[in-house]
């Protein structure tokens, strides 16, 4: 795991976060556009979180996350006049005959709303253990798109889940204010895991 990122005096962990959810701009005039750069830095910053959970067992599912990032940096790279949403960027890459980084979205959406509902699902009871809130979440998410290897993997990264008080402890001093700051985070990121889940099930982001 990657060495976890100093918390500034008076902060929390997410203000370590190159970029949030909460600052990631939407265009509703536009059909909820989504801003392709500041969503990637957001999912991006997510993945370190994944090194507070302490484990080795976790290296796979931020690499997974990485990965889909890189899809979408390499086509925003490639096409950047046409990538200047994910909605855009989708829709110009289909019509390029090509489907790499909408297939990186779907995969990178699908990590985002798992990990987006195992902190909500804890955050809101504070007597779970984070491995039952991913447990959950993971039957609800993910579960059904994997293979029974990765499904092995998966597994093993919950169980390796550190116990909610040490957990909490690493992400700020004021537990009032972690909460709050998290229920924010997760609240943004839930309203734009939403928006392109209605998208990828929309025609325009059909590859087939």
């Known amino acids: 795991m990657a060495a976890v990122a100093q918390i500034p005096q008076g902060g929390t962990y997410l203000h370590t976060f190159q970029r949030s959810f909460t600052d990631v701009p939407i265009d509703e005039s536009k059909g909820n556009a989504i801003s392709t750069t500041e969503f990637l830095d957001a999912a991006e910053s997510l993945t370190t979180m994944f090194d507070l959970l302490g484990s080795v067992a976790f290296f796979p599912v931020k690499k997974d996350l990485l990965g889909n990032v890189q899809k979408l940096r390499k086509r925003q790279l490639a096409a950047p006049a046409e990538s200047e949403t994910i909605q855009d960027l989708v829709k110009n890459e289909i019509k390029s005959k090509s489907h790499t980084a909408t297939e990186g979205l779907v995969w990178l959406v699908r990590g985002l709303d798992f990990t987006c509902i195992a902190l909500k699902q804890n955050v809101s009871d504070s ?15 993910l579960r059904t798109h994997h293979s029974f290897f990765v499904k092995t993997i998966f597994s093993k990264a919950m169980i390796a889940c550190p116990y909610r ?41 059909k590859w087939k």
Do not use: H
């Open 127 to 141: 007597g779970e253990e984070l491995s039952n809130s991913f447990r959950s979440s993971y039957d609800q998410t």
């Open 165 to 205: 008080k040490d957990f909490y402890a690493k992400l700020g001093d004021d537990n009032q204010k972690v909460n709050e700051e998290l229920a924010e985070y997760l609240e943004a990121l839930e309203k734009i895991v939403g928006i392109l889940k209605t998208f990828l099930d929309s025609k325009e982001a």
